[in-house]
């Protein structure tokens, strides 16, 4: 069994708990949640398209930027904080990983529109089933224009350059998306016609460049997307409530 980090210090009641899981741009939301929401970006926003399929593995690299889009850390301390989504086809799992926290894992099903964050707390692992209202996503703060003749290769995927703004910031940002893959695999920004190799997410901690480190096609098993036979199967507020009554 993985250990995570002691999520009895980061949930402490429900309106947390919707902070972390809930559109993760809004709300008073302190560092320590940080690894929890690199890993409900992926695990909120894939839903959309149900056209073209991908199995195989993508990795992104997770780095915090100031305006001037230059780090503020070192490359040392940003080199662990990853992504990783694996897809068979309708089947996700995301794996954040942080050099500070550890990582976390969630499990999609893009057709039936569920997702499954997995977590443990000592040695019980929980499978919380996240409902709409938890899974729910606001895309609305970003627009993208697209740039016609710049295309660059990143992550092995052929891209292409797109502009985006978001609400919250007075400068555009550069991106880039590739069409190889279909977004519905990666945040489905609905502005894209398909997964964004290089782009930003911002959060009131601060600005976040995501950009895609590698990709691989290849048919992952199907035990990599079933929930572990140890593993408690609860609702939110059912572990909520378990966290709660342990404190």
């Not at 070192?74 to 992504?83: L, P, T, Y």
């Not at 891209?159 to 550069?174: D, P």
């Amino acid at each position: 069994m993985h250990h995570s980090n002691n999520f009895k210090t980061i949930i402490i009641n429900k309106t947390y708990a919707y902070f972390v899981f809930d559109d993760y741009f809004h709300g008073m939301i302190q560092k320590r949640f940080l690894v929890f929401l690199f890993l409900c970006l992926f695990c909120q926003n894939t839903y959309g398209q149900k056209t073209n399929s991908f199995s195989g593995e993508l990795t992104y690299k997770i780095t915090k930027v100031d305006a001037s889009m230059n780090p503020l850390s070192s490359e040392d301390d940003n080199s662990e904080n990853k992504v990783i989504i694996y897809a068979k086809d309708s089947l996700l799992k995301i794996v954040n990983f942080n050099s500070q926290n550890g990582y976390q894992e969630c499990l999609k099903h893009l057709t039936r529109e569920k997702s499954i964050l997995l977590l443990e707390i000592g040695d019980q692992g929980y499978a919380i089933r996240m409902n709409d209202e938890q899974s729910m996503t606001n895309d609305s703060l970003y627009s993208f224009k697209n740039k016609c003749g710049i295309k660059k290769r990143i992550g092995g995927l052929k891209s292409k350059k797109t502009i985006m703004n978001h609400a919250m910031l007075a400068n555009e940002l550069i991106c880039f998306y590739s069409k190889t893959i279909p977004s519905r695999y990666a945040n489905d920004f609905s502005g894209l016609s398909g997964i964004p190799t290089l782009y930003y997410i911002v959060n009131d901690d601060g600005l976040y460049r995501y950009i895609l480190e590698s990709h691989r096609f290849y048919d992952p098993p199907l035990s990599m997307f079933m929930i572990p036979e140890e593993y408690e199967i609860v609702t939110m507020d059912e572990f909520i409530d378990k966290v709660n009554s342990d404190n």
